[in-house]
């Protein structure tokens, strides 16, 4: 899994930076798949469910599961990705978003309070601890500055699978649910909206957007539990 993990955050590295205005997520799609092939690793999500792309984009108000498209991004566009790897049967999982140059003040924040949820939704994953302890110190943070939870979509138990169980909510009350042992890996994944908490699916029958239109933020890692503290697995 740490290989799986490192593949997933070299290729979002390399996405992360042609992140630019003019870029469209059509490209950033097509350099992901390459770069997964470079690697012997397989795209996770493409085929999965009928899911047609190696990524998944998401720009402002698009929540999760957005197509990539041939339309260009534009300065102050916020973008998501999110992308997953199965290599030697092992599955990672990781999501950024990402600024599209220069952005207002409060989509720049939306970013770093969704990027900090995770952090201390991470924070928490311990052995000893209670899977729900992470999903309260994610709410709690996102809710305290002032930005809504998407509660439709979850983070996951991942292995040898892309989605194992446990089922892992944003929101929550602490102190409830398995007991998190060493050897637990989990993809932790704060959705987090600028406006209110709910979202619908488009057409397509993937695409998930804030219902009131207002940008949505994701960030999402692959960690292990272990015996000497928490191991994020998706970061170089
Ligand atoms: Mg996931």
């Known amino acids: 899994m740490r290989q799986a993990g490192r593949v997933v955050a070299e290729v979002l590295e390399l996405l992360r930076e ?8 059509l490209e950033l799609d097509r350099l992901a798949e390459k770069e997964c092939a470079k690697r012997k690793a397989r795209p996770a999500f493409k085929g999965y469910g009928g899911f047609p792309f190696t990524i998944c984009a998401s720009p402002n108000e698009k929540v999760v599961h957005g197509f990539p498209d041939a ?6 566009d916020i973008l998501s990705v999110d ?6 049967d092992f599955f990672g ?3 950024i978003t990402v600024p599209v140059g220069r952005v207002d003040e409060g989509r720049r924040r939306l970013i770093d309070v969704a990027s900090e949820a995770l952090r201390q939704g991470i924070a928490r994953a311990v052995a000893g601890g209670r899977l729900s302890d992470v999903s ?3 709410q709690a943070h996102v809710e305290a500055q002032g ?4 509660r439709e979509f979850v983070g996951h138990g991942i292995g040898r699978q892309l989605h194992e169980s446990p089922q892992l909510p944003n929101f929550g009350p602490p102190g409830q649910g398995p007991r998190l042992k060493a050897g637990m ?4 994944e704060p959705m987090i909206n600028a406006g209110g908490p709910a979202v619908a699916i488009l057409q ?10 207002l940008p949505s933020a994701h960030f999402e890692h692959t960690v292990a539990i272990t015996d000497q503290g928490v191991e994020i697995l998706t970061m170089l």
């Open 93 to 95: 999982d990781a999501a």
């Open 147 to 150: 930005f809504s939870i998407v």
């Open 136 to 138: 309260h110190a994610v």
């Open 18 to 25: 042609k992140i630019v205005p003019g870029v469209t997520t």
């Open 185 to 188: 890996t989990l993809a932790i």
């Open 71 to 76: 339309t260009p991004l534009r300065e102050g």
């Open 204 to 213: 397509d029958g993937w695409t998930a957007v804030t219902v009131d239109g």
């Open 83 to 88: 992308f997953g790897v199965v290599l030697e």
